[in-house]
């Protein structure tokens, strides 16, 4: 297992409080993105527009292509087998997957083209939280839901209060 040495990552903590105390530039966003950064240079950035989104674009088609690629397979097993009950548990994992999927996706692509607008600086950052914090909570609760036993215990938990 690799172990960093300690003075890298003493030098990480420091950077990380002392950008942290520094004054967000106006512009950049809730996080640091690529995007941000290009617009504080100071150079033409055509060349790097247009090599992030050929880059985002072929990232996020081969990702869409993964789950359509694995949807497809799941919906000829299930062709296949005509059984009412795999029909089911199919049905419903893929729903809670592709409803957390299409948060997360969806909030990406609106990070994305909202770069673009520059006047909408406080839309991206509503975005910006709803894609790390909230696509990032919702997966392990549609899971977690979906259990059994997790569930009754929230019902009687819900039952107990007034």
Not at 8 to 20: G, I, N, P, S
Not at 39 to 58: A, D, I, M, P, R
Not at 65 to 73: E, I, P, R
């Amino acid at each position: 297992m690799f172990r960093p040495p300690l003075y890298l990552v003493a030098v990480l903590l420091w950077l990380t409080v002392e950008t942290d105390s520094l004054p967000a530039p106006s512009g950049v966003g809730l996080s640091c993105s690529n995007a941000g950064l290009f617009k504080l240079s100071c150079q033409n950035t055509f060349v790097n527009n247009v090599y992030g989104l050929l880059f985002t674009v072929l990232l996020l088609g081969g990702s869409i292509g993964t789950v359509l690629l694995s949807y497809g397979k799941i919906t000829v097993v299930c062709v296949k087998s005509r059984s009412a009950s795999l029909n089911h548990k199919a049905l419903q994992t893929v729903s809670t997957h592709l409803s957390a999927y299409s948060l997360f996706l969806g909030s990406s692509l609106l990070i994305i083209v909202l770069h673009r607008f520059p006047h909408l600086g406080q839309e991206r950052m509503y975005i910006s939280v709803v894609h790390h914090v909230v696509s990032g909570a919702i997966n392990p609760l549609i899971y977690g839901l979906r259990s059994h036993d997790i569930r009754r215990q929230l019902r009687t938990l819900l039952r107990k209060v007034p």
